[in-house]
């Protein structure tokens, strides 16, 4: 059964810094995988999907990559703001599902100090 | 009004009443989800419907009981919950219920319904 776990639970930096989120799972046969945001009290946001064939996909100042053989992906936050402070979530499908399922990790909780 | 919706986004109910928690999704899609996120755990799904099918149940209590009438609308009946079922319940819709789109297939969240059960 796919396990996904995020390093660290929760992260404070201050403005302006740039930093690294971590995603892991155990099997390395993925579809692809998701980054998500979450406010307090909130739905999720999806943030970047990089497919099973990709390395990295980028929005704006968020680049994730994706290496399938050690079964890792990150999100780098460039020069982090206030409002960037929220869980992310990451996600992978369930690939011995027959429908579509996916399997999050705990999220790290990002607080960005002014 | 465009996205998934959801309603009430807050309940509080009593372990014996019954309640109707309601999701809609107004994007077209043809795959529902209901999702349990309770504090300091993952996300859990309970069920999926694909083309109005309940394609997963996801070993969940029958004390919650789904329901899709169409594609566009998804409700979770609830009765007799315990306070253990307090948490935050997010609706989410795909375009399709099973992997496909060449791996760009995503899901798209409603904002939740935080229930307090007492």
């Known amino acids: 059964k796919q396990e996904v776990t995020q390093i660290p639970a929760a992260l404070s930096v201050p403005e302006g810094e740039n930093l690294v989120l971590n995603c892991s799972f155990t099997d390395s046969a993925i579809y692809n995988l998701q980054w998500f945001r979450q406010d307090p009290g909130k739905g999720l946001t999806s943030l970047l999907l990089i497919q099973s064939s990709q390395r990295e996909q980028t929005s704006g100042r968020l680049n994730a990559s994706l290496d399938k053989s050690s079964g890792r992906s990150t999100l780098y936050i460039a020069a982090s703001q206030p409002g960037d402070s929220a869980t992310y979530l990451c996600?992978?499908?369930?690939?011995?599902?027959?429908?579509?399922?996916?399997?999050f990790g705990k999220g790290t909780k990002l607080s960005v100090i002014p | 009004e465009t996205g998934v919706t959801q309603t009430p986004r807050h309940l509080v109910m009593g372990m014996t009443n019954k309640k109707s928690l309601k999701c809609e999704q107004h994007l077209g899609h043809n795959a529902m989800y209901w999702y349990k996120q309770s504090a300091k755990k993952p996300l859990e799904l309970m069920f999926v419907?694909?083309?109005?099918?309940?394609?997963e149940n996801n070993s969940v209590p029958s004390r919650f009981s789904p329901e899709c009438p169409n594609s566009s609308h998804l409700f979770l009946h609830l009765h007799t919950l315990q306070p253990e079922d307090s948490a935050l319940y997010l609706c989410a819709s795909s375009q399709e219920g099973r992997l496909a789109g060449g791996g760009s297939e995503t899901q798209y969240f409603g904002p939740g319904t935080r229930l307090l059960v007492l």
């Open positions: 419907y694909n083309f109005k099918e309940q394609t």
């Open positions: 996600a992978v499908p369930d690939s011995g599902a027959g429908s579509y399922q996916l399997t």
